[in-house]
DNA sequence: AGGTGCGTTGATGTATACAAGATGGGCACA
DNA sequence: TGTGCCCATCTTGTATACATCAACGCACCT
């Protein structure tokens, strides 16, 4: 009962969101109405319609008459980010504890040992890909639409900067152990535990590294 | 640097809100993009910008050729958005215990006194906007301006089910001490605490959320 | 009588034309 | 030589015209 013909509009999104998370378009680039228009055949229209949906989403910023650009976290914000972000998985994992049932828990014990295989192969893209699974399984499992797409969508505004997060040297073995942790606090019915779990895992800063940053005045890093 | 001259888009988009908050459009309204058009003398394209922005924050659904209604919240749906708001707001509380200065500690008192006015002149109305600028004054002590806006998104997307929740007899006293309660935890440096009672305050529980269920007009849920 | 199929109608989706503001370069002047 | 103003040009914002699809009603068939 939903839509039956997506609309262009929705398609150029589409692939323009596809262009932004495999990094063809970068943090800052100018996104011109007209060329996008031109490469995609179709007129400025749905091109605009496609812009304004993204610059809801935060995936690009629009200033009126300044045209479109691809959206430039800050520091700051990136940490504002991270900060809430440990908050959602965090409460995602309580509730994926008490709320998944056994085909959820099974489909999760498949989905670490994927993961498990991408470690092995020393495979970062298929091990990015399938950390991505592994969150959105549990974003599904708190059985709290909401939630999961308020977690999803943070996930996604901060996907062309935490690509580089994986690139430390060892930074997938120890991913990978918390995500077994987080998995066996679920398995286990420990809401608790597998929220503490999943909040350490996702703000791997700690809180008072985030407390002095978020107080620094506006400005004092770019 | 921000923007020099509001789109007529983005007046269209404010206005229309203002409906949905003033209540003038209910869940279910139909938009008609014409008869928009036409009450604010402009052409269809800028009320059609306003409506996607509309869409994007959740205040209205557009179905691709069926046109825009504002949003229904189904009965799950809404208990959804409960249980994510007490989530956030207590985090905000939490935050906003660590992090406020002395100023916005002073403003905090004043806001908690202007809602003690209105609860003793019994003016709905009144309280309903001091209440309001209480939780803002919250969200933007949490010094993290990602969760202030989701957490603003959130409250806003439930406005139009919330306003009846004061009409309960007695209610507004409650609210107050409540606040006064989270305040109190605030000033006190007390984060826990200031975390607990915000949770308690925002996600009405028992009781208390089944009549706020009960209370609500015909048609509001699906 | 009920259901199915087609055409009409009116809305939304898209294209194009026009208006208006913003950027950048060149020129004049101090 | 440096500075500031002005104009040209390009981009975005808005209006309007056209295309396209979905809902609705009627007729026809079963």
Same sequence: chains 1, 2.
């Avoid at 990094?23 to 812009?51: M, N, Y």
């Avoid at 056994?102 to 989905?111: D, G, M, S, Y």
């Avoid at 298929?126 to 308020?150: P, Q, R, T, W």
């Avoid at 420990?190 to 002095?212: I, K, P, Y």
Wanted: neutral net charge; aromatic residues 6%.
């Amino acid at each position: 009962m939903p839509r039956r013909t997506p609309t262009r509009a929705d398609q150029l999104r589409r692939a323009l969101e596809e262009d932004i998370f495999a990094g063809r378009l970068k943090p800052g680039d100018r996104l011109d109405e007209q060329s996008i228009a031109q490469r995609f055949d179709v007129s400025r229209t749905p091109v605009r319609e496609a812009l304004r949906q993204l610059s809801a989403s935060g995936l690009i910023e629009v200033r009126p008459r300044q045209g479109a650009v691809v959206a430039v976290i800050t520091l700051p914000r990136l940490v504002e980010m991270f900060e809430v972000m440990a908050e959602l998985e965090a409460m995602c994992a309580r509730l994926a504890a008490r709320r998944m049932n056994p085909a959820e828990r099974e489909a999760l014990k498949r989905v670490v040992r994927d993961c498990e295989g991408f470690e092995k192969k020393i495979d970062l893209e298929g091990y990015y890909a399938a950390n991505k699974v592994f969150h959105d399984a549990i974003y599904d499992g708190s059985h709290n639409e909401v939630l999961a797409d308020m977690t999803r969508s943070l996930h996604r505004r901060t996907a062309p900067y935490r690509r580089h997060q994986l690139n430390r040297p060892g930074r997938i073995s120890e991913s990978l152990a918390e995500h077994k942790a987080v998995v066996d606090a679920i398995l286990a019915y420990d809401a608790d535990e597998a929220s503490r779990l999943m909040a350490r895992h996702v703000n791997v800063q700690g809180d008072v590294f985030t407390d002095f940053i978020s107080t620094l005045p506006q400005g004092y890093v770019a």
